[in-house]
């Protein structure tokens, strides 16, 4: 079987889906499964700033296609990538398009229609209920014009938690609908990192102070405010550190350090910016504690990250992958609040052996997300698919 993959940026600063695909791709080489990613060359979100292109690890052992994208870049326009998808689409068994709204979703469906090959869609959380009223015009209008054909058109609909399905329950209902996780690199999030050295290099002040971490796009449904004000109750017992390590494309850090500094706790928050995959393994294995008070994840790659690390997490039940967990003892899940998150990290920064044991119980967890098995339930989702069809 062939599949053809496409999205529109593959660049790691635009999150969880283009590390999501590279995944998904190595897990279905690995079971037996041809891919090919097509994608713009954009180095990042549409609006974000200019800047070097960076693919996720792994990238490089597959057949990947990229192709320049043309004004208006906020659409991911790439002339270049629909004439590939119009040439090349029928050598695939099946199109996997990744994402909504975007013109390479377009493209992938005129191609798709126009050979005659099935296509599955991944929305990848661009139909999460935090995000519905950004853009709601322009959504609207993609949605009159194409994009609601393009979903009832679909062979299935592929979701990546429960949470997600139900978030759709809406979109094409009569569309099958396959639950497959995201794929995590085990072997890399489980082998640790240089602890000491990002201490010394982002905690230079306090090398051994307790530390809670949250990595990822600095995003506003993470409501990382949250942990903010947590930060300020907690240092009332302790000299407790925050680090929130990742891009900040949406420009909401400026609102972060204000809100420190409203709370007296600014030379204890720490921003790193994007980190290379090796400076994420040494921040997970620097952490006492990892945090996560986000409105809601269609899956979180980057709690599934902390999970494969030995982590313990604290998270809100509306990260589904964290509330599985807590049901297994691999997490611990508490409402959006800051006394509530100060609560359940300060338990956790009080008793080591109970960080370990949820760490322990987070690295078991975290064995449902390995390539491998990822990779066998995809293909036998793509192989259902196609009976369908």
């Not at 920064?349 to 370990?356: F, N, S, T, V, Y």
Request: net charge positive; aromatic share 6%; glycine share 6%.
């Amino acid at each position: 079987m062939r599949v053809l993959h496409v999205i529109p940026s593959l660049a790691t600063r635009t999150g969880g889906p283009a590390v999501a695909v590279v995944n998904a791709c190595r897990a279905l080489e690995a079971a037996g499964v041809r891919t090919t990613i097509a994608a713009t060359d954009m180095p990042g979100p549409a609006s974000a700033a200019p800047g070097a292109l960076t693919l996720p690890a792994g990238s490089d052992a597959l057949d990947l296609r990229l192709f320049p994208a043309r004004p208006p870049r906020r659409l991911a326009f790439s002339p270049g990538l629909y004439r590939m998808l119009m040439r090349e689409a029928a050598v695939y068994d099946m199109v996997h398009v990744h994402s909504l709204f975007l013109f390479p979703q377009f493209a992938a469906y005129r191609a798709a229609r126009a050979r005659g090959v099935p296509y599955v869609v991944s929305p990848r959380g661009a139909l999460d209920p935090c995000l519905r009223p950004r853009g709601r015009a322009r959504k609207a209008l993609v949605d009159a014009l194409w994009q609601r054909a393009w979903l009832e058109g679909a062979a299935a609909l592929h979701c990546t938690s429960h949470a997600e399905a139900r978030d759709i329950a809406h979109v094409a209902p009569r569309v099958p609908r396959y639950i497959v996780p995201n794929a995590v690199e085990l072997e890399a999030f489980g082998t640790p990192g240089d602890r000491a050295a990002f201490r010394r290099r982002w905690l230079p002040e306090a090398p051994s102070a307790p530390l809670v971490l949250c990595h990822g796009r600095i995003a506003a449904k993470k409501r990382l405010d949250v942990l903010v004000r947590a930060l300020a109750l907690l240092r009332r017992e302790a000299d407790v550190r925050l680090v929130l390590a990742g891009p900040d494309d949406d420009r909401l850090a400026v609102e972060l350090r204000a809100r420190a500094a409203a709370e007296g706790v600014a030379q204890a928050v720490t921003f790193t910016g994007m980190l290379g995959a090796a400076d994420v393994r040494a921040a997970l294995a620097a952490a006492d504690v990892w945090a996560l008070p986000s409105a809601g994840e269609n899956f979180g790659n980057a709690v599934a990250e902390a999970f494969a690390a030995g982590c313990a997490v604290v998270a809100t039940p509306q990260v589904e992958v964290a509330a599985d967990a807590a049901r297994e003892g691999a997490a611990v899940t508490v409402e959006a609040t800051p006394a509530a998150f100060a609560a359940a990290i300060s338990t956790l920064l009080a008793d080591r052996a109970r960080r370990e044991r949820v760490g322990e119980a987070a690295r078991t967890f975290a064995q449902r997300y390995a390539l491998e098995r990822v990779g066998v339930a995809m293909r036998a989702m793509y192989e259902a698919i196609a009976r369908r069809a």
